[in-house]
């Protein structure tokens, strides 16, 4: 049977049973909640206005690295982010203002697993790097490279770690130096365990003299 709420001048609403209704009490609230808010059960029958949450939050800044005195996780020549989520998908690390001490360097990223293992092998990573004209490419096995490293000069861009199934993870990068140098680069790793980190650094054991790197991460 329907409970009936006549409208004051006609018409009604009406709460009504199941079919096959077992003994069952709904405790109402108190007062009108706020705008916006919905109406949630504890699952025990006790009612309660509640706000609604943002579910799409799944978007973590990590913190910022200063790299212009050489600082960094183990040193002057790298820096890490470990301790990820073992939800990540997706890792972007930007890379601002970075230069090294010296010349013929690279910049270069390679994922970790376990309790802080570089993984070094498995890698098909390429940088390309054009200036005035000229290309350049560059191929690496061992980890993924970013652009020549040029003393002096800074660098500036993404990094992009995405995860396409099981522990498969795709690279691509893209920026450039203060100078005409611009680049893309590219890649994929099959890890052999789940990922856990991420480290940049110095190709040639160089020493960060600018700028600060972090890391966006999401599940």
Do not use: H
Request: aromatic share 10%; glycine share 12%; charged share 15%.
């Amino acid at each position: 049977m329907a409970l009936k709420l006549k409208g004051s001048t006609s018409g009604f609403t009406a709460i009504d049973a199941p079919a096959v209704a077992g003994d069952n009490t709904l405790v109402l609230p108190g007062g009108n909640g706020t705008s916006g808010q919905y109406l949630q059960t504890d699952g025990a029958g006790a009612l309660s206005w509640q706000t609604v949450t943002d579910t799409n939050t799944n978007l973590t800044r990590g913190t910022e690295i200063d790299t212009s005195s050489g600082s960094g996780a183990i040193g002057s020549t790298a820096v890490i982010y470990d301790n990820l989520s073992s939800d990540v998908k997706r890792i972007t690390m930007i890379i601002n203002n970075v230069s090294t001490d010296n010349t013929e360097d690279q910049l270069r990223f390679v994922l970790r697993t376990g309790s802080g293992t570089d993984v070094t092998s498995g890698y098909y990573g390429v940088t390309t790097a054009t200036t005035s004209g000229s290309t350049g490419a560059y191929t690496k096995t061992n980890n993924f490279p970013m652009l020549l490293n040029v003393a002096a000069e800074r660098l500036s861009g993404t990094a992009t770690f995405s995860n396409v199934g099981g522990n498969r993870w795709v690279y691509s990068a893209c920026g450039a130096f203060y100078s005409s140098y611009t680049f893309v680069a590219g890649g994929y790793v099959e890890l052999s365990a789940q990922l856990t980190g991420i480290k940049v650094y110095s190709g040639n054991s160089r020493n960060f003299d600018s700028g600060s790197i972090n890391i966006f991460t999401e599940v």
